[in-house]
Protein backbone atom coordinates (compact mmCIF):
# COMPACT_ATOMS: atom_id res chain seq x y z
CA UNK A 1 0.00 0.00 0.00
CA UNK A 2 3.37 2.52 -0.06
CA UNK A 3 2.74 3.07 3.98
CA UNK A 4 4.60 1.72 6.40
CA UNK A 5 2.39 -0.53 9.27
CA UNK A 6 2.17 1.04 12.45
CA UNK A 7 0.21 -1.43 14.52
CA UNK A 8 -0.51 -5.26 15.00
CA UNK A 9 -2.87 -6.23 17.46
CA UNK A 10 -2.81 -10.11 18.07
CA UNK A 11 -4.17 -12.16 20.90
CA UNK A 12 -1.42 -11.60 22.78
CA UNK A 13 -3.45 -8.41 24.12
CA UNK A 14 -0.79 -5.76 22.89
CA UNK A 15 -3.13 -3.27 23.60
CA UNK A 16 -4.32 -4.16 26.71
CA UNK A 17 -1.51 -2.92 28.67
CA UNK A 18 -3.76 -2.87 31.81
CA UNK A 19 -5.85 -5.00 31.23
CA UNK A 20 -3.39 -8.00 30.13
CA UNK A 21 -0.16 -6.93 31.22
CA UNK A 22 3.15 -9.26 30.69
CA UNK A 23 5.04 -10.37 33.39
CA UNK A 24 8.89 -9.73 33.27
CA UNK A 25 11.81 -12.45 33.88
CA UNK A 26 12.31 -10.87 37.27
CA UNK A 27 8.50 -11.95 38.08
CA UNK A 28 8.07 -14.71 36.79
CA UNK A 29 10.74 -16.10 38.80
CA UNK A 30 9.24 -14.99 41.25
CA UNK A 31 5.98 -16.55 40.81
CA UNK A 32 7.87 -20.07 40.09
CA UNK A 33 9.26 -20.14 43.64
CA UNK A 34 6.02 -19.93 45.70
CA UNK A 35 3.92 -21.90 42.87
CA UNK A 36 2.87 -25.03 41.15
CA UNK A 37 4.04 -25.32 38.12
CA UNK A 38 1.70 -27.64 35.65
CA UNK A 39 1.70 -28.56 32.19
CA UNK A 40 -1.79 -29.18 30.21
CA UNK A 41 -2.52 -30.57 26.35
CA UNK A 42 -4.36 -28.70 24.15
CA UNK A 43 -7.84 -28.55 24.68
CA UNK A 44 -7.19 -30.12 28.87
CA UNK A 45 -9.21 -27.71 31.26
CA UNK A 46 -7.13 -25.73 33.57
CA UNK A 47 -10.25 -24.48 35.73
CA UNK A 48 -13.98 -24.44 35.16
CA UNK A 49 -16.63 -22.47 35.76
CA UNK A 50 -18.67 -23.03 39.34
CA UNK A 51 -16.31 -25.55 40.15
CA UNK A 52 -13.77 -25.81 42.76
CA UNK A 53 -11.80 -22.46 44.74
CA UNK A 54 -10.71 -20.21 42.54
CA UNK A 55 -6.90 -19.89 41.83
CA UNK A 56 -4.23 -17.50 40.49
CA UNK A 57 -2.24 -18.69 37.33
CA UNK A 58 0.60 -17.31 35.62
CA UNK A 59 1.45 -18.90 31.73
CA UNK A 60 4.65 -19.47 31.13
CA UNK A 61 4.70 -21.28 27.67
CA UNK A 62 1.57 -21.57 25.24
CA UNK A 63 -1.83 -20.09 25.52
CA UNK A 64 -5.10 -20.28 27.36
CA UNK A 65 -8.36 -19.52 26.33
CA UNK A 66 -10.97 -17.87 28.79
CA UNK A 67 -14.38 -18.37 27.96
CA UNK A 68 -17.59 -17.64 29.78
CA UNK A 69 -21.16 -19.37 29.20
CA UNK A 70 -23.70 -16.74 28.10
CA UNK A 71 -26.97 -18.15 27.19
CA UNK A 72 -26.07 -21.22 26.34
CA UNK A 73 -22.40 -20.07 24.23
CA UNK A 74 -19.54 -20.20 25.42
CA UNK A 75 -18.35 -16.31 25.31
CA UNK A 76 -14.18 -15.64 24.64
CA UNK A 77 -12.90 -13.36 27.31
CA UNK A 78 -9.17 -13.62 26.69
CA UNK A 79 -6.30 -15.31 24.66
CA UNK A 80 -3.54 -15.23 27.70
CA UNK A 81 0.28 -16.02 26.82
CA UNK A 82 3.14 -16.32 28.41
CA UNK A 83 3.53 -13.71 30.88
CA UNK A 84 -0.07 -12.87 31.22
CA UNK A 85 -2.12 -14.08 34.15
CA UNK A 86 -5.57 -14.84 35.32
CA UNK A 87 -7.87 -16.20 37.77
CA UNK A 88 -7.02 -13.08 40.56
CA UNK A 89 -10.03 -11.26 40.87
CA UNK A 90 -12.38 -14.15 41.49
CA UNK A 91 -9.28 -15.47 44.51
CA UNK A 92 -9.75 -12.37 46.24
CA UNK A 93 -13.79 -12.09 46.35
CA UNK A 94 -13.17 -16.11 47.40
CA UNK A 95 -15.68 -17.04 44.72
CA UNK A 96 -15.64 -19.98 42.14
CA UNK A 97 -14.39 -20.03 38.94
CA UNK A 98 -16.62 -17.33 37.04
CA UNK A 99 -15.27 -18.70 33.68
CA UNK A 100 -13.50 -22.01 32.26
CA UNK A 101 -9.81 -21.71 30.91
CA UNK A 102 -8.85 -24.75 28.24
CA UNK A 103 -5.13 -24.84 27.02
CA UNK A 104 -4.90 -23.99 22.92
CA UNK A 105 -1.38 -25.69 22.57
CA UNK A 106 0.76 -27.34 24.73
CA UNK A 107 0.88 -25.06 27.72
CA UNK A 108 2.93 -24.60 30.61
CA UNK A 109 1.74 -22.87 33.91
CA UNK A 110 2.24 -21.84 37.61
CA UNK A 111 -0.36 -22.55 39.89
CA UNK A 112 -0.64 -20.22 43.20
CA UNK A 113 -3.50 -20.76 46.17
CA UNK A 114 -4.71 -17.92 48.07
CA UNK A 115 -1.68 -17.51 50.72
CA UNK A 116 1.18 -18.19 48.27
CA UNK A 117 -0.53 -15.33 46.26
CA UNK A 118 -0.23 -13.25 49.25
CA UNK A 119 3.77 -14.43 49.80
CA UNK A 120 4.25 -13.17 46.60
CA UNK A 121 2.51 -9.66 47.07
CA UNK A 122 4.61 -9.18 50.45
CA UNK A 123 8.24 -10.80 48.66
CA UNK A 124 7.51 -8.57 45.09
CA UNK A 125 5.48 -5.36 46.20
CA UNK A 126 6.13 -3.82 42.53
CA UNK A 127 4.25 -7.15 41.14
CA UNK A 128 1.22 -6.69 43.79
CA UNK A 129 0.91 -3.63 42.33
CA UNK A 130 0.61 -4.79 38.46
CA UNK A 131 -1.81 -7.37 39.40
CA UNK A 132 -4.04 -4.74 41.45
CA UNK A 133 -4.16 -2.13 38.68
CA UNK A 134 -5.34 -5.43 35.99
CA UNK A 135 -7.99 -6.56 38.79
CA UNK A 136 -9.49 -2.55 38.88
CA UNK A 137 -9.56 -2.23 35.08
CA UNK A 138 -10.90 -5.65 33.80
CA UNK A 139 -13.54 -4.83 36.80
CA UNK A 140 -14.30 -1.65 35.01
CA UNK A 141 -13.91 -3.46 31.64
CA UNK A 142 -16.28 -6.47 32.86
CA UNK A 143 -18.82 -3.60 33.48
CA UNK A 144 -18.78 -1.47 30.89
CA UNK A 145 -18.96 -4.67 28.73
CA UNK A 146 -21.67 -5.94 30.45
CA UNK A 147 -23.49 -2.49 29.79
CA UNK A 148 -22.85 -2.83 26.18
CA UNK A 149 -24.21 -6.51 26.32
CA UNK A 150 -28.06 -5.03 27.58
CA UNK A 151 -27.71 -2.13 25.38
CA UNK A 152 -27.09 -4.10 22.59
CA UNK A 153 -29.82 -7.04 23.40
CA UNK A 154 -32.44 -4.10 23.73
CA UNK A 155 -31.42 -2.67 20.57
CA UNK A 156 -32.34 -6.27 19.02
CA UNK A 157 -35.54 -6.47 20.86
CA UNK A 158 -36.35 -2.86 19.17
CA UNK A 159 -34.94 -4.06 15.57
CA UNK A 160 -36.88 -7.28 15.45
CA UNK A 161 -40.52 -5.51 16.93
CA UNK A 162 -39.76 -2.25 14.30
CA UNK A 163 -39.00 -4.63 10.94
CA UNK A 164 -42.03 -6.57 11.97
CA UNK A 165 -44.12 -3.40 12.44
CA UNK A 166 -42.51 -1.65 9.01
CA UNK A 167 -42.58 -4.76 6.61
CA UNK A 168 -46.51 -5.06 6.97
CA UNK A 169 -47.09 -1.69 5.80
CA UNK A 170 -44.68 -1.49 3.58
CA UNK A 171 -45.57 -4.34 1.84
CA UNK A 172 -48.82 -3.27 1.75
CA UNK A 173 -47.76 -0.17 0.06
CA UNK A 174 -45.76 -2.33 -2.23
CA UNK A 175 -48.52 -4.24 -3.27
CA UNK A 176 -50.77 -0.77 -3.90
CA UNK A 177 -47.89 0.80 -5.85
CA UNK A 178 -47.85 -2.35 -8.27
CA UNK A 179 -51.86 -2.52 -8.58
CA UNK A 180 -51.75 1.25 -9.65
CA UNK A 181 -48.96 0.62 -12.27
CA UNK A 182 -51.06 -2.30 -13.52
CA UNK A 183 -54.22 -0.11 -13.89
CA UNK A 184 -52.19 2.43 -15.31
CA UNK A 185 -51.38 0.21 -17.83
CA UNK A 186 -55.10 -1.06 -18.01
CA UNK A 187 -56.43 2.85 -18.00
CA UNK A 188 -53.80 3.55 -21.07
CA UNK A 189 -54.71 0.41 -23.25
CA UNK A 190 -58.79 1.87 -22.66
CA UNK A 191 -57.74 5.28 -23.75
CA UNK A 192 -55.48 4.47 -26.68
CA UNK A 193 -58.35 2.58 -28.20
CA UNK A 194 -61.08 4.88 -27.08
CA UNK A 195 -59.18 8.11 -28.46
CA UNK A 196 -57.72 7.03 -30.85
CA UNK A 197 -60.04 7.30 -33.64
CA UNK A 198 -61.22 10.74 -32.71
CA UNK A 199 -57.95 12.23 -32.08
CA UNK A 200 -55.28 11.33 -35.01
CA UNK A 201 -56.33 12.24 -38.61
CA UNK A 202 -54.51 11.91 -42.35
CA UNK A 203 -53.20 14.89 -44.20
CA UNK A 204 -56.70 14.91 -45.97
CA UNK A 205 -58.24 14.93 -42.44
CA UNK A 206 -60.05 11.23 -42.37
CA UNK A 207 -59.87 9.25 -39.06
CA UNK A 208 -56.48 8.05 -39.22
CA UNK A 209 -55.92 4.41 -37.73
CA UNK A 210 -54.50 3.72 -34.62
CA UNK A 211 -51.06 5.79 -34.22
CA UNK A 212 -48.05 4.43 -31.88
CA UNK A 213 -47.90 8.05 -31.31
CA UNK A 214 -48.43 7.07 -27.22
CA UNK A 215 -46.76 3.77 -27.18
CA UNK A 216 -43.45 5.88 -28.28
CA UNK A 217 -44.17 8.76 -25.77
CA UNK A 218 -45.31 5.72 -23.06
CA UNK A 219 -41.81 4.00 -23.80
CA UNK A 220 -39.97 7.20 -23.29
CA UNK A 221 -41.42 7.79 -20.05
CA UNK A 222 -40.65 4.55 -18.48
CA UNK A 223 -37.33 4.78 -19.88
CA UNK A 224 -36.60 7.69 -17.61
CA UNK A 225 -38.47 6.79 -14.79
CA UNK A 226 -36.54 3.22 -14.65
CA UNK A 227 -33.17 5.54 -14.67
CA UNK A 228 -34.51 8.23 -11.86
CA UNK A 229 -34.36 11.32 -11.37
CA UNK A 230 -31.50 12.05 -13.76
CA UNK A 231 -29.34 15.28 -14.36
CA UNK A 232 -31.14 18.52 -12.81
CA UNK A 233 -29.83 20.48 -15.59
CA UNK A 234 -30.91 18.06 -18.00
CA UNK A 235 -34.27 18.61 -16.87
CA UNK A 236 -34.62 21.67 -16.23
CA UNK A 237 -33.28 22.06 -20.33
CA UNK A 238 -36.19 20.11 -21.21
CA UNK A 239 -39.02 22.10 -19.28
CA UNK A 240 -37.44 25.34 -20.55
CA UNK A 241 -37.60 23.93 -24.13
CA UNK A 242 -41.28 22.36 -23.58
CA UNK A 243 -42.49 25.46 -22.31
CA UNK A 244 -40.70 27.28 -25.57
CA UNK A 245 -42.84 24.66 -27.91
CA UNK A 246 -46.21 24.46 -26.12
CA UNK A 247 -46.23 28.67 -25.85
CA UNK A 248 -45.57 28.48 -29.71
CA UNK A 249 -48.74 25.63 -30.23
CA UNK A 250 -50.71 28.42 -27.46
CA UNK A 251 -51.24 26.18 -24.90
CA UNK A 252 -52.62 28.91 -21.70
CA UNK A 253 -50.53 27.41 -19.17
CA UNK A 254 -47.41 25.35 -20.51
CA UNK A 255 -45.37 25.37 -17.37
CA UNK A 256 -47.76 23.45 -15.88
CA UNK A 257 -47.25 20.38 -17.71
CA UNK A 258 -43.58 21.17 -19.26
CA UNK A 259 -42.74 20.71 -15.33
CA UNK A 260 -44.61 16.94 -15.64
CA UNK A 261 -43.51 15.90 -19.17
CA UNK A 262 -39.85 16.99 -18.29
CA UNK A 263 -39.80 14.70 -15.35
CA UNK A 264 -40.62 12.08 -17.15
CA UNK A 265 -38.30 12.49 -19.79
CA UNK A 266 -40.02 14.17 -23.04
CA UNK A 267 -38.64 16.30 -25.06
CA UNK A 268 -40.23 18.97 -27.16
CA UNK A 269 -39.03 16.41 -30.10
CA UNK A 270 -40.76 13.70 -29.14
CA UNK A 271 -43.78 15.70 -27.93
CA UNK A 272 -43.98 17.03 -31.61
CA UNK A 273 -44.00 13.85 -33.22
CA UNK A 274 -47.61 12.77 -31.07
CA UNK A 275 -49.06 16.39 -31.52
CA UNK A 276 -48.17 16.60 -35.62
CA UNK A 277 -50.69 13.48 -35.85
CA UNK A 278 -53.83 15.27 -33.99
CA UNK A 279 -56.65 18.24 -34.82
CA UNK A 280 -55.24 21.29 -33.34
CA UNK A 281 -58.00 22.15 -31.45
CA UNK A 282 -57.52 18.98 -29.46
CA UNK A 283 -53.66 19.47 -29.04
CA UNK A 284 -53.74 21.31 -26.18
CA UNK A 285 -56.54 19.22 -23.61
CA UNK A 286 -53.96 15.98 -25.21
CA UNK A 287 -51.03 18.00 -23.58
CA UNK A 288 -53.29 18.05 -20.46
CA UNK A 289 -54.15 14.45 -20.17
CA UNK A 290 -50.31 13.19 -21.53
CA UNK A 291 -49.23 15.49 -18.53
CA UNK A 292 -51.40 13.49 -15.97
CA UNK A 293 -50.48 10.65 -17.04
CA UNK A 294 -46.76 11.14 -16.61
CA UNK A 295 -47.43 12.51 -13.40
CA UNK A 296 -49.61 9.64 -12.30
CA UNK A 297 -47.03 7.27 -13.65
CA UNK A 298 -44.07 9.11 -11.88
CA UNK A 299 -46.18 8.97 -8.78
CA UNK A 300 -46.68 5.11 -9.11
CA UNK A 301 -43.11 4.90 -9.76
CA UNK A 302 -41.79 6.86 -6.55
CA UNK A 303 -44.51 5.08 -4.35
CA UNK A 304 -42.70 1.40 -5.31
CA UNK A 305 -39.02 2.92 -5.00
CA UNK A 306 -39.74 4.45 -1.39
CA UNK A 307 -41.78 1.36 -0.44
CA UNK A 308 -38.59 -0.71 -1.91
CA UNK A 309 -36.65 1.32 0.58
CA UNK A 310 -38.74 0.08 3.22
CA UNK A 311 -38.53 -3.29 2.91
CA UNK A 312 -35.07 -3.54 1.68
CA UNK A 313 -33.56 -1.38 4.96
CA UNK A 314 -35.97 -3.82 7.18
CA UNK A 315 -34.17 -6.78 5.65
CA UNK A 316 -30.96 -5.00 5.67
CA UNK A 317 -31.60 -4.42 9.16
CA UNK A 318 -32.63 -8.29 9.93
CA UNK A 319 -29.78 -9.49 8.30
CA UNK A 320 -27.25 -7.20 9.87
CA UNK A 321 -28.44 -7.65 13.43
CA UNK A 322 -28.88 -11.43 12.29
CA UNK A 323 -32.04 -11.42 14.02
CA UNK A 324 -33.25 -15.06 13.09
CA UNK A 325 -29.92 -16.94 14.39
CA UNK A 326 -27.82 -17.07 17.11
CA UNK A 327 -24.36 -18.37 17.80
CA UNK A 328 -21.43 -19.74 15.08
CA UNK A 329 -22.23 -19.95 11.60
CA UNK A 330 -20.98 -19.50 7.75
CA UNK A 331 -20.61 -15.90 7.48
CA UNK A 332 -21.01 -14.15 4.30
CA UNK A 333 -18.94 -10.89 5.30
CA UNK A 334 -19.79 -9.16 1.26
CA UNK A 335 -23.61 -9.59 2.65
CA UNK A 336 -22.69 -8.16 6.00
CA UNK A 337 -20.49 -5.13 4.78
CA UNK A 338 -23.36 -4.31 1.70
CA UNK A 339 -26.33 -4.58 4.76
CA UNK A 340 -23.63 -2.57 7.36
CA UNK A 341 -23.48 0.31 4.12
CA UNK A 342 -27.42 0.11 3.65
CA UNK A 343 -27.89 0.71 7.61
CA UNK A 344 -24.85 3.74 7.60
CA UNK A 345 -26.45 5.39 4.56
CA UNK A 346 -28.10 8.16 5.75
CA UNK A 347 -24.67 9.08 7.62
CA UNK A 348 -22.98 9.07 4.67
CA UNK A 349 -25.62 11.29 2.95
CA UNK A 350 -25.44 13.76 6.08
CA UNK A 351 -21.94 14.75 4.60
CA UNK A 352 -21.93 13.77 1.03
CA UNK A 353 -19.30 11.04 1.48
CA UNK A 354 -19.19 8.66 -1.15
CA UNK A 355 -18.34 5.00 -0.06
CA UNK A 356 -16.89 2.49 -2.76
CA UNK A 357 -17.14 -1.38 -2.80
CA UNK A 358 -14.32 -3.12 -3.84
CA UNK A 359 -15.08 -6.73 -2.90
CA UNK A 360 -12.94 -9.57 -4.54
CA UNK A 361 -14.91 -12.56 -6.11
CA UNK A 362 -15.03 -16.44 -4.65
CA UNK A 363 -14.43 -14.95 -1.03
CA UNK A 364 -15.64 -17.82 0.65
CA UNK A 365 -17.65 -17.63 3.67
CA UNK A 366 -15.66 -17.74 7.27
CA UNK A 367 -17.19 -19.28 10.53
CA UNK A 368 -18.16 -16.65 13.13
CA UNK A 369 -20.83 -14.60 14.51
CA UNK A 370 -22.38 -12.14 11.92
CA UNK A 371 -23.71 -9.97 14.46
CA UNK A 372 -20.56 -9.60 16.11
CA UNK A 373 -18.29 -9.51 12.84
CA UNK A 374 -21.23 -6.54 11.31
CA UNK A 375 -20.30 -4.59 14.82
CA UNK A 376 -17.14 -4.61 13.81
CA UNK A 377 -17.99 -3.22 10.23
CA UNK A 378 -20.19 -0.56 11.91
CA UNK A 379 -17.11 0.93 14.17
CA UNK A 380 -14.68 1.05 11.26
CA UNK A 381 -16.83 2.59 9.00
CA UNK A 382 -18.45 5.32 11.50
CA UNK A 383 -15.04 5.99 12.36
CA UNK A 384 -13.98 6.96 8.92
CA UNK A 385 -17.35 8.97 8.73
CA UNK A 386 -16.72 10.79 11.74
CA UNK A 387 -13.10 11.74 10.95
CA UNK A 388 -14.00 12.69 7.45
CA UNK A 389 -15.01 16.46 5.80
CA UNK A 390 -17.81 16.96 3.63
CA UNK A 391 -16.81 15.12 -0.07
CA UNK A 392 -14.36 12.58 1.69
CA UNK A 393 -14.01 8.87 0.44
CA UNK A 394 -14.18 5.29 2.24
CA UNK A 395 -13.15 2.11 -0.10
CA UNK A 396 -14.16 -0.96 1.59
CA UNK A 397 -11.96 -4.23 -0.11
CA UNK A 398 -12.21 -7.99 0.37
CA UNK A 399 -9.59 -10.24 -0.60
CA UNK A 400 -7.73 -13.74 0.06
CA UNK A 401 -4.77 -13.64 1.67
CA UNK A 402 -3.43 -17.55 2.36
CA UNK A 403 -5.88 -18.80 4.55
CA UNK A 404 -7.28 -15.65 5.98
CA UNK A 405 -9.97 -13.33 4.03
CA UNK A 406 -8.70 -9.59 4.01
CA UNK A 407 -11.41 -6.94 4.80
CA UNK A 408 -9.88 -3.34 4.58
CA UNK A 409 -11.35 -0.35 5.53
CA UNK A 410 -9.75 2.63 3.91
CA UNK A 411 -10.33 6.63 4.20
CA UNK A 412 -8.58 9.78 2.92
CA UNK A 413 -9.15 11.98 6.23
CA UNK A 414 -6.58 13.32 8.08
CA UNK A 415 -5.30 10.42 9.48
CA UNK A 416 -5.16 9.22 12.99
CA UNK A 417 -2.45 11.67 15.29
CA UNK A 418 1.07 10.21 16.17
CA UNK A 419 0.64 10.40 19.40
CA UNK A 420 -2.30 8.70 20.24
CA UNK A 421 -1.82 5.45 17.35
CA UNK A 422 -0.46 3.46 20.47
CA UNK A 423 -3.21 3.71 22.83
CA UNK A 424 -6.41 3.47 20.51
CA UNK A 425 -7.37 -0.09 20.82
CA UNK A 426 -7.30 0.87 24.60
CA UNK A 427 -10.40 0.43 26.68
CA UNK A 428 -12.09 3.92 27.84
CA UNK A 429 -9.60 5.68 25.64
CA UNK A 430 -11.05 7.75 22.82
CA UNK A 431 -10.59 11.46 21.27
CA UNK A 432 -13.86 12.37 21.00
CA UNK A 433 -15.61 15.46 23.03
CA UNK A 434 -17.26 13.85 26.44
CA UNK A 435 -20.32 12.57 25.63
CA UNK A 436 -19.44 11.71 22.29
CA UNK A 437 -17.70 8.41 22.51
CA UNK A 438 -16.99 5.87 25.57
CA UNK A 439 -13.47 4.78 23.77
CA UNK A 440 -14.90 1.03 23.74
CA UNK A 441 -15.82 0.71 20.02
CA UNK A 442 -12.40 -0.12 18.98
CA UNK A 443 -11.35 -2.52 22.02
CA UNK A 444 -14.13 -4.44 20.79
CA UNK A 445 -13.23 -4.21 17.23
CA UNK A 446 -10.21 -5.85 19.11
CA UNK A 447 -11.84 -8.24 21.22
CA UNK A 448 -14.37 -9.49 18.53
CA UNK A 449 -11.53 -10.27 15.91
CA UNK A 450 -8.46 -11.46 17.69
CA UNK A 451 -10.44 -12.97 20.79
CA UNK A 452 -14.10 -14.49 19.05
CA UNK A 453 -12.93 -15.30 15.84
CA UNK A 454 -8.89 -16.07 16.18
CA UNK A 455 -8.23 -12.99 13.73
CA UNK A 456 -6.13 -9.58 13.56
CA UNK A 457 -6.05 -6.49 12.64
CA UNK A 458 -3.64 -3.59 11.91
CA UNK A 459 -3.82 0.20 10.72
CA UNK A 460 -1.62 2.66 8.92
CA UNK A 461 -2.35 6.25 8.84
CA UNK A 462 -0.76 9.00 7.84
CA UNK A 463 -2.51 12.31 6.45
CA UNK A 464 -4.39 12.07 4.05
CA UNK A 465 -4.71 8.13 4.09
CA UNK A 466 -5.67 5.82 6.98
CA UNK A 467 -6.95 1.90 6.64
CA UNK A 468 -7.47 -0.78 9.52
CA UNK A 469 -6.94 -3.85 7.93
CA UNK A 470 -9.07 -7.19 9.26
CA UNK A 471 -8.12 -10.64 8.72
CA UNK A 472 -10.20 -13.99 9.44
CA UNK A 473 -9.24 -17.20 9.16
CA UNK A 474 -11.22 -19.11 6.77
CA UNK A 475 -11.65 -22.22 8.67
CA UNK A 476 -12.62 -21.86 12.13
CA UNK A 477 -9.71 -21.03 14.04
CA UNK A 478 -7.91 -23.77 16.92
CA UNK A 479 -9.54 -21.02 19.69
CA UNK A 480 -12.97 -21.76 18.20
CA UNK A 481 -13.91 -24.82 19.11
CA UNK A 482 -15.21 -25.04 22.60
CA UNK A 483 -14.97 -28.57 23.70
CA UNK A 484 -16.91 -30.02 26.82
Known amino acids: MGTREIHQATASGTFDAQ ?25 EPLFQEGKGSADFYVVLEGRLKVTQRVSDEDQVLAV ?51 ILRAITQRSNTEFALALQKEKMAALGKLAAGLAHE ?63 DGDPLEVSDREDALVDYLEAQGDD ?28 ERRQEVVAWTAADVELRRLAHDLAEATGRISGLVQAMKAYSFLDQGGRGEVDLHRGLRHT ?24 FVSGYGGELNQVWTNLIHNA ?26 DNGPGIPDEVQGRIFEPFFTTKAVGE ?48
Open 19 to 43: LFPKLIDEHLRCVLEVGEAISLEPG
Open 385 to 410: IQALEEDGTITLDTAIEGSDVLVRVT
Open 253 to 280: DPYCSASSLASGGVTAGTLDALLTRIEP
Open 166 to 228: LNNPAAAAGRAADALLQALERFDGLASRILTPTLFRTDDGAPAPPDDGFQALRATVERALADG
Open 341 to 364: ATILGHKLRSKSLSLELHLAEDVP
Open 80 to 130: HEAGEFTGAADMLTGDAASATGRALEPTRVVRLGIDELRQLIGDCPELGSI
Open 437 to 484: GTGLGLEAVRRIVVDRHGGTIRFSSRPGFTAFEVRLPIAPPISSGDQP
